[in-house]
Each structure stands twice: as structure tokens, then as C-alpha cells.
């Protein structure tokens, strides 16, 4: 089939290139030329494992990129792709959605059937606003020369390449037969799994060939747009709640890790989002949040749980940083080195990261802050032109000198770090580990006073 993406980022990119390996023909539209250039050159705009060589793989042959709409033309289906950020209210920003669905309306083919699917994540009732914009512009009839269907995306940054080819679910809210008929087929290879063995034989997924074959839902647009915000939100309760957890197993001398191994065998319960932090952020929980929030109020449905979710994610902030001023009292001219700035490992994305608000609030408590972080320093320098942080080429650099050192986001490297010669660099060994991630005793025989959160 003939499949275009609109929206060139982690969702619009993966989706793509998803779409050319399982042998569609695929047209990625972005308004920024470099982008596109970087796609036809195989190169990822962002940074996700994997991505980069499935680009390589498949540029130029099935996947193309372009800054024009003309694709649409002969397009089987179209998926928007594009950002849909918070408004000051927690209501999703729809004007790039709204913009995209008036650029495919002016460039629909009247004698071919083509569906339109919503892939970012978007307030429930945006498949029919997007359907009567395109009616605007085109002046063709939704559901007669056109269908607006909603295919939420689950993909997790760090993981999205295998999200996206060993998903849990997919899930397709369409209202007529045509739609549904044309995204299964669209879907077969990855819904059966069909040539799999051979797709992935000797790659980091040859594992996941092992797990179930995924969930295929049909159902309403509305439907499948709630079943994304229901997720989301329901996972920033379940990390709101192992934090506050966290937070009574310290008072009362328990520990969460256990207490989470315990919780998490209950196969109700699942042991996934079960992991301590200073707080859960990034660019979907904190948006999703939000917006189902801001529907709630307009529609005078109270969501009591999410609200305290969001409330004590907020919480968490005070606590780590309670956690500091506890151990170093004042933290007036206190050094403190930052690892980690990207909301999660394995990602360069630190839009709305935890390690933003942290920073903040130890600046203002009159700290100076020096940080590393493996792929998100230069994301979050341009993010944060005034913040006064000194960022440092080397984790270890973060240490000289430093009162604390406070690990936000749990990279790998972190745990294999030289820890002997930190803790000499250190004016005071002292670690706050917000992930519980590093070898607590190990860091203790080397002199550090070691604290994780719930531990
Ligand atoms: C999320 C959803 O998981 C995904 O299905 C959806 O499509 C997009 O939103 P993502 O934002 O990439 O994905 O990250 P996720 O892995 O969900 O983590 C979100 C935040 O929660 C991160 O800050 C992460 O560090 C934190 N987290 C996650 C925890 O603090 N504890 C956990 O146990 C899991």
C-alpha cells in the first residue's frame, strides 16, 4: 500500500519506518527540509535505538521523505503524526493536527477511498473534527470518499522500535467497514506476525519472537481515542502510587523494592511501573494527564484519582529535595552534580523532564549545579538558554568538588562509573539515588553516604 506520515518525530519517524519494513511504500511529510533531508539520507532526526539503521535499511527504497503534500494524492492511508502539546488550561494543543487535516483535504483524490488515521494522540472527538475540517477543505464527504479512523500510538521512547513491531495491542477505532477493512490489511504483518522469523532472526528482538501475538481491537473512534488516555493515566497512578509507597516504607523502616517484588507477583497487580523515582515526566504522561484532566472538568466529571496522581507526582519533587536539605542542611552555595536530565534512559528527550523542576527548585534554594547526561545536554541547553547549569563532558566531571550527587534518570553507564575516584573528587561523598538503580552497599564500602528512596 501507499502510506504517508505527517510529522517527523518520534512517533511520525517510527511509524514510517515501520510501515517501509513491512513493505509499504512510505512517504514521511515534514514542513522542515532538513528533516526530510536527514530521512532520505538515512539519518534519524531523533535519537531512538534501532531507528537509525532501519533508516538506513529502507531510504530511498520504500521510505522517502518530503516537504510536500502531493503524496497524499495517491495515498491508501495517511496518518497525522504531528505534536500535540499542553495549552496553559492542560488542554491539548490541536493547531498542528488541525493545520495537517486541512493540507491533506486540499490534496485528497476524489476518486480514491483514503483514510485518514489519527496516530498522535489527541482529545476524544478529535477522528470527527478532523473529519469536518477535511470536508472543509476538500469538499468530499467523510465516510463516502474519505474515512478518519483513530489508531493510538503505545510506542514507549527507548522503546519504540520494538513497541511498534511486538505492540500489546492494537487498537483501531474506525465507524465504517471500508476503514477497518483497509487498516487490517494494513496491520496483517504485524498483527500475525507474518515473516517475523526471518525479519528478526540474530536482532536485539529475536526474544521478543517468544511473546503473544498482539491484541487486534476495533471499536469506535471515540473509543480508541479514551483507551489512550485511559492508559496513560492509569500508568501515572501506578508510578504515584509505588512513590508514595516509597515514601511510607521510609517512615516506617520497610523496603520498597521488596514491597514492589511482592505487590507485582500478583498477576492484578504486575510487577511493570512498579520503579521508584523522582516523579514520572516526559512528553506523554504529563500531557495525557492533562488533558484528560482538562475534558474532565469540561464535562463535569470529577477524576478524583488522576488529580491526586498528578498531586503527588508534584510531591515528590519536595521530597527529593527535602531528602537533600535534610542531609545538607542549607543548601546555599552547596555544589550538587545532576545525572541524568532525560525523563527516562535511553531517550535525548527532556521535554518536561523531572530533572528540570529539581534543578529549579535547588537553584532557588541557592545550590550551583553542574550536570551530565548521555544523549539530553544538548536538547535541554537549548530548552534552558538562562539556566545557570554547568554542564560537564564526563559524568565523573560532575563530581569535582560537589556537597551531593543526586542520579535522576537511571542510565546504564551510571551504574559502571569509577565510583572510587567520585567519591575522592567529592567534597562530600554523598548520593541520592532516585531510582534505587546503583549497588548501595558497594557505594557504602567505598565510603559514600548512599541514599535511594523507599530504601
Ligand atoms: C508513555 C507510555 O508508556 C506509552 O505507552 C505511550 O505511548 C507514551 O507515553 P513514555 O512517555 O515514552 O511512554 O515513557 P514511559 O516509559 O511510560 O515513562 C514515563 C515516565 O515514568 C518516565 O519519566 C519514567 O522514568 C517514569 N517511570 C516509568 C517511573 O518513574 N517508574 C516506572 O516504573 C516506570
Request: with cysteine; proline share 4%; aromatic share 8%.
Amino acid at each position: 500500500m501507499k502510506v504517508v506520515c505527517i510529522g517527523s518525530g518520534y512517533v511520525g519517524t517510527v511509524t514510517a519506518a515501520t510501515f517501509a519494513k513491512i513493505g509499504h511504500s512510505t512517504t514521511v511529510i515534514d514542513i522542515d527540509p532538513n528533516k526530510a533531508d536527514l530521512i532520505n539520507a538515512g539519518k534519524s532526526p531523533i535519537f531512538e535505538p534501532g531507528l537509525e539503521e532501519l533508516l538506513q535499511q529502507l531510504a530511498g527504497r520504500l521510505l522517502t521523505a518530503t516537504t510536500s503534500f502531493q503524496p497524499v494524492r495517491e495515498a491508501d492511508a495517511v496518518f497525522i503524526c504531528v505534536g500535540t502539546p499542553s495549552m496553559t488550561n492542560g488542554s491539548a494543543d490541536l493547531q498542528y493536527v488541525k493545520k495537517a487535516a486541512e493540507s491533506i483535504g486540499r490534496h485528497l483524490h476524489p476518486e480514491r477511498f483514503t483514510v485518514i488515521v489519527n496516530k498522535s494522540t489527541v482529545p476524544v472527538g478529535t477522528a470527527d473534527l478532523v473529519a469536518s475540517i477535511i470536508e472543509d477543505s476538500s469538499g468530499l464527504r467523510a465516510e463516502e470518499q474519505f474515512a478518519v479512523v483513530s489508531n493510538p500510538e503505545f510506542l514507549r521512547e527507548g522503546f519504540a522500535v520494538q513497541d511498534v513491531f511486538f505492540p500489546d495491542r492494537i487498537v483501531v477505532g474506525a465507524a465504517g467497514a471500508q476503514a477497518r477493512s483497509r487498516l487490517k490489511a494494513l496491520y496483517r504483518t504485524i498483527a500475525e506476525r507474518s515473516g517475523y522469523k526471518e525479519m528478526w532472526k540474530d536482532s536485539p528482538f529475536a526474544a521478543m519472537l517468544r511473546s503473544a501475538n498482539p491484541l487486534y481491537l476495533e471499536t469506535d473512534p471515540k473509543s480508541a481515542e479514551m483507551i489512550k488516555y485511559a492508559s496513560n493515566a492509569f500508568l501515572a497512578v501506578k508510578i504515584s502510587y509505588i512513590n508514595e509507597m516509597a515514601q511510607l516504607c521510609e517512615a516506617l523502616g520497610a523496603n520498597v523494592l521488596d514491597v514492589a517484588q511482592g505487590m507485582g507477583a500478583d498477576s492484578r497487580i504486575g510487577g511493570k511501573f512498579l520503579q521508584v523515582s523522582s516523579g514520572w515526566s516526559g512528553s506523554c504522561l504529563p500531557k495525557d494527564t492533562a488533558e484528560i484532566l482538562a475534558a474532565s472538568r469540561l464535562y463535569g466529571c470529577k477524576l478524583s484519582v488522576i488529580e491526586a496522581a498528578v498531586e503527588a507526582n508534584r510531591g515528590m519533587l519536595s521530597y527529593c529535595a527535602g531528602k537533600l536539605q535534610r542531609t545538607l542542611r542549607t543548601l546555599n552555595g552547596k555544589r550538587i552534580g545532576i545525572l541524568g536530565l532525560t525523563f527516562k534512559p535511553d531517550t535525548d528527550d527532556v521535554r518536561e523532564t523531572q530533572a528540570l523542576s529539581i534543578i529549579q527548585k535547588l537553584l532557588e534554594l541557592g545550590a550551583s549545579i553542574s550536570a551530565y547526561d548521555p544523549k539530553g545536554m544538548e536538547m535541554f541547553r537549548k530548552l534552558h538558554p538562562d539556566l545557570p547549569v554547568r554542564y560537564c563532558s564526563r559524568a565523573e566531571d560532575t563530581a569535582v568538588h560537589a556537597d551531593a550527587l543526586v542520579l535522576i534518570t537511571h542510565w546504564k553507564e551510571f551504574r559502571s562509573l569509577d565510583w572510587k575516584a567520585i567519591g575522592r573528587e567529592m567534597r562530600n561523598p554523598y548520593i541520592l539515588d532516585t531510582r534505587n538503580d546503583l549497588n548501595g552497599p558497594e557505594l557504602r564500602s567505598l565510603g559514600f553516604r548512599y541514599e535511594g528512596i523507599g530504601i
